[in-house]
């Protein structure tokens, strides 16, 4: 499975930034897709994961109301749009897919993506 994941940059509070990632070695259309992220010396944390027929998602408390995540099947490609965004907000991003077919939750023990950094300033 490669996960191909971009978007990230430097913007400031209150800005929006659009993090994809491209799949490829699975049928994408059969499994789960989230994405996580760290900041520097915590643990990683889940953002966002959204099933695979994109009809269920889920949002950690800290970005619900801000970030949308949504999927195309047809493009392999999972979105993060993350809208007035906030210095905690600064992490690397990973994009993951659930480790098997049908999945849900996501759980952690998935494939995952190299990392997009997103950095907020004040």
């Known amino acids: 499975v490669q996960l191909q994941a971009s978007g990230g940059g430097l913007v400031q509070a209150g800005d929006s930034l659009r993090l994809s990632c491209a799949a490829s070695g699975r049928t994408f259309s059969l499994y789960a897709m989230g994405w996580f992220r760290q900041a520097p010396g915590r643990d990683r944390e889940i953002v966002a994961a959204?099933?695979?027929?994109?009809?269920?998602?889920y949002y950690s408390d800290s970005v619900k109301g801000r970030f949308t995540i949504s999927r195309d099947n047809d493009k392999s490609t999972v979105y993060l749009q993350m809208n007035s965004l906030k210095p905690e907000d600064t992490a690397v991003y990973y994009c993951?897919?659930?480790?098997?077919?049908?999945?849900?939750?996501?759980?952690?023990?998935?494939?995952w993506g190299q990392g997009t950094q997103v950095t907020v300033s004040s």
């Open positions: 959204i099933t695979w027929s994109g009809g269920t998602t």
């Open positions: 993951a897919m659930a480790a098997s077919p049908y999945r849900w939750p996501i759980g952690n023990a998935n494939y």
